[in-house]
C-alpha cells in the first residue's frame, strides 16, 4: 500500500524508481538503467518524485556492441507521484 495525500494513495518511491527505469528503457532500448537518488517534493499542487540515475545505452548493430562499449549518460525523470505519469525527463 502507498502512502497517503490528503485522502489520495501516492506512489511509493520503488513504484517511481520502477516506472521511471521503465520509461529511459522504452526511450534507449537495450539500456541499462540505474537510479541513484530519489526525491519526493511538491511542485505547484502536487508531489513529485525526481529521479537521477546513469545509463549505459548500448552501440548500434551487433558488431558495433561487440567492438565498443556502451555510452554512458547521466539522466534526470520526474514521476507524478499521484498517478504515476512521467512529467519531465532529461539525459546529458
Known amino acids: 500500500m502507498g502512502l497517503r495525500l490528503m485522502n489520495k494513495e501516492i506512489v511509493t518511491p520503488d513504484e517511481a524508481q520502477r516506472l521511471g527505469s521503465k520509461f529511459i528503457q522504452s526511450k534507449y532500448y537495450g539500456?541499462?538503467?540505474t537510479i541513484d537518488q530519489t526525491e519526493l517534493v511538491?511542485?505547484?499542487a502536487f508531489p513529485v518524485y525526481h529521479l537521477e540515475g546513469s545509463v549505459?545505452?548500448?552501440g548500434g548493430g551487433m558488431i558495433a556492441q561487440l567492438l565498443y562499449r556502451a555510452t554512458a549518460y547521466t539522466f534526470r525523470v520526474q514521476?507524478?507521484?499521484i498517478d504515476g505519469s512521467i512529467l519531465d525527463y532529461e539525459l546529458e
Do not use: F, S, Y
Open 56 to 58: 549505459k545505452i548500448p
Open 31 to 33: 539500456a541499462q538503467v
Open 42 to 44: 511538491t511542485e505547484g
Open 79 to 81: 514521476v507524478n507521484a
